[in-house]
């Protein structure tokens, strides 16, 4: 799963261990805000893969008693039982600004051309509502969870997919829960192959009266029914393994070789027409869609920095090989910290599932290593820092969208590649929360 306000409270941990002062901006009112709005979902990692090292640390010097190892957690768990003491922590309470939002991110007297004198500027961070503040680095766990991936093939929105907005629900709605009524005895649309599609689709099959029809890019579903019984996370191999069932017994109507290219809303039902290349065209009239179409950077808050962006993925372009789809699962994905994720504003890092791009693969436990090895730059101690390792369990297939759960997105500031300023700022750290792997 990825939810990135715990990859956020993690760099928040280990900057705590090592002495260097921060401050902790999160843009929700509460702690794992993000995380929060898909608490009713359980994720497929267990506890094991989901709490970081610095911060177990911490919590039980305080007298935490860790969950079951092997329980898997729902969103509203990791909030309570982890996220929330962690944020509760002397070392980290008086550092966190909750509802603060970051709305831009430059250098005082600098502009993204100016050079002179650049590195030993320290950053300025723009607040939504007024005012600003001022660090020696920054570190950003801002995550992905607001921008989420368009329905339209190609990239681009499909004609109508504005209009029919009121129409569409992003993934992971509370099926069974709060939203209930919105599909109970309806028919739905899901729109996507990863495992938060899967997620909604099992949740609708438990409804009554409930048409589903599941609808994909790919001629097959075997991506996201994935490894099976082979799957060293038991939970998601479940995931796809009870998917299949629900497809081979007509359960669920799956529609492949699906291009989504126009929505039209009629007498409060939308019709859905694919396109694929070739020009054939198929389509799906429903009362609702889920659009599990995954999610996308934003980078627009670090215009005024100097970032060196993938052209592909959006990712830093040295870890962009590391993470790529095509070549990678979350599992495979080799380990990596602050060399890859540097950029040529020194002291400017993106972690999380931000700092994929739009690469799928992300794991939370990959997060927590990328915060490590950042705070462990930071603190000077770069053999540390450069001393990355990662133990990830096989994933079989990861998904394109977000995982079963959507893990949370964290923010923070942080990052000099060579060093802090010699006037000592505080470090910044952003929580924007939101995002999913296990």
């Not at 994905?333 to 002291?347: N, T, Y």
């Not at 693969?361 to 950042?374: D, H, I």
């Not at 997105?409 to 999913?436: F, K, M, N, W, Y």
């Amino acid at each position: 799963m990825k939810p990135d306000e715990s990859i956020g409270l993690a760099a928040a941990a280990h900057l705590a261990e090592r002495g260097v002062d921060f401050v902790l901006i999160e843009a929700g009112r509460q702690v794992g805000a993000s995380v929060a709005q898909w608490g009713h979902v359980r994720v497929f990692s267990p506890w094991r893969y989901n709490i970081d090292a610095a911060a177990r640390r911490l919590l039980q010097a305080e007298g935490w008693s860790a969950p079951d190892q092997d329980w898997l957690p729902t969103g509203a768990e990791l909030v309570a039982d982890y996220l929330a003491p962690l944020a509760g922590h002397p070392a980290i309470a008086p550092r966190l600004r909750l509802g603060v939002k970051v709305t831009a991110i430059s250098r005082v007297g600098h502009d993204r051309v100016r050079t002179a004198g650049r590195d030993g500027a320290p950053f300025l961070l723009r607040l939504e509502g007024g005012g600003e503040l001022q660090a020696s680095a920054v570190i950003d766990a801002s995550g992905t969870y607001t921008t989420p991936s368009v329905l339209g093939a190609n990239g681009l929105p499909a004609y109508g997919e504005a209009q029919a907005a009121p129409f569409v629900d992003h993934a992971l709605p509370d099926v069974l829960g709060a939203d209930r009524g919105s599909y109970e005895g309806k028919h739905t649309l899901v729109v996507g192959a990863g495992h938060s599609a899967a997620t909604t689709l099992l949740a609708l099959a438990e409804l009554a009266d409930t048409r589903i029809t599941w609808a994909i890019r790919a001629q097959n579903a075997g991506r996201t029914y994935g490894g099976g019984g082979a799957d060293a996370l038991p939970a998601r191999g479940a995931l796809g393994t009870r998917l299949r069932a629900h497809v081979d017994s007509g359960r669920i109507t799956l529609a492949v070789g699906f291009h989504t290219y126009s929505i039209t809303e009629d007498g409060g039902q939308v019709t859905v027409i694919s396109r694929d290349p070739s020009g054939a065209e198929q389509s799906v009239t429903a009362d609702r869609i889920v659009a599990a179409t995954g999610y996308r950077p934003d980078h627009s808050i670090a215009a005024e920095l100097r970032l060196d962006l993938d052209p592909i993925l959006g990712s830093t372009r040295a870890l962009a090989p590391l993470i790529d789809p095509n070549q990678h699962s979350c599992g495979t994905v080799p380990a990596h910290g602050v060399d890859e994720l540097a950029h040529p504003e020194s002291g400017y890092y993106a972690v999380g599932v931000k700092s994929y791009g739009r690469a799928p693969t992300f794991l939370m436990a990959t997060g927590y290593e990328q915060v490590r090895s950042v705070a462990a730059a930071l603190a000077g101690d770069w053999e540390a820092a450069r001393d990355v390792q990662l133990d990830l369990p096989e994933t079989g297939v990861c998904s394109s969208n977000l995982a079963v759960a959507q893990e949370v997105r964290v923010g923070l500031a942080t990052g000099i590649s060579g060093g802090l300023p010699a006037t000592p700022l505080p470090l910044v750290t952003a929580d924007a929360g939101g995002g999913c792997c296990g």
